[in-house]
């Protein structure tokens, strides 16, 4: 049993003060509940080149109405205590869409998320995978337009949201219970039920393109578990 969990990429390069700034939000923030500590990184080349100096923008969504749709947590940055360790100790990966977003979740569920805005590693981008990061405005671009994997991400969204609820709903606050239990509803509503719930619950997504498809016709074609 340790006090802290630091996730970590064997390419990645962390910044001298990673560590410091890092412990320094645990040490602030200090409770028994679950609590997921996350920063801000530089993307470089194989070279390390800087490819995007800042890869988040100023300020960070981390609040359970975002994160419900939107990841914004990007694992290789993470530490955990173990309060959040144990919480999750027993959950089934396949309910994940990916490990650092479901601990976001559970973070944000149970506990807190703590955002260093400054970058505190350089995350090393090779040629076979610079496109999931969108380094480029080329990059971004096709993603805005990309609607097929919006799509496919807002499916998984909604999906994860129900396994979350299944697994975890029994020990959620009524509130947050009610907030999860609205978003994985939004699928099975009628547009303009959809759009009032989305407005009342502040549910959005990060980009533009994937607000509107939560308000189209294509939702209501998603498959959830």
């Keep these: 049993v340790a006090k802290y969990y630091f ?36 993307t470089v080349d ?6 995007n100096k800042r890869f988040y923008p100023n300020s960070q969504i981390d ?31 396949g309910n994940m869409v990916m490990h650092d977003w479901w601990l976001a979740l559970c973070a944000v569920t149970f506990g ?3 955002y260093v ?14 496109v999931g990061t969108d ?8 993603r805005i337009l990309d609607s097929n994997s919006e799509i ?6 909604f999906s994860q949201a129900e396994a979350l609820l299944k697994k975890h709903g029994s020990k959620m606050s009524p509130l947050i219970w009610q907030v999860v239990s609205d978003y994985c509803a939004l699928p099975h509503e009628k547009v303009i039920h959809r759009i009032s719930s989305i407005i009342y619950r502040k549910f959005r997504k990060r980009s533009f393109l994937g607000c509107l498809l939560y308000t189209s016709d294509a939702a209501d074609d998603m498959q959830c578990v």
């Design 152 to 157: 496919d991400r807002l499916e998984s969204s």
């Design 135 to 142: 380094t480029t405005l080329i990059a971004k671009f096709h």
């Design 63 to 93: 609040n359970l109405n975002i994160i419900l749709s939107s990841n914004s947590v990007t694992g290789c940055t993470v530490a955990i205590n173990e309060a959040l360790k144990q919480k999750v100790s027993n959950d089934v990966v």
């Design 46 to 51: 194989e070279s390390l080149n800087v490819l």
């Design 117 to 130: 805005n400054d970058p505190m590693i350089l995350y090393r981008q090779h040629s076979n995978n610079q």
């Design 7 to 42: 996730f970590s990429d064997q390419d990645d390069i962390w910044l001298p003060e990673k560590l410091d700034r890092t412990l320094k939000e645990f040490e602030n923030n200090k409770n028994s509940l679950p609590v997921l500590v996350h920063t801000n990184l530089t």
């Design 112 to 114: 807190r998320i703590y």
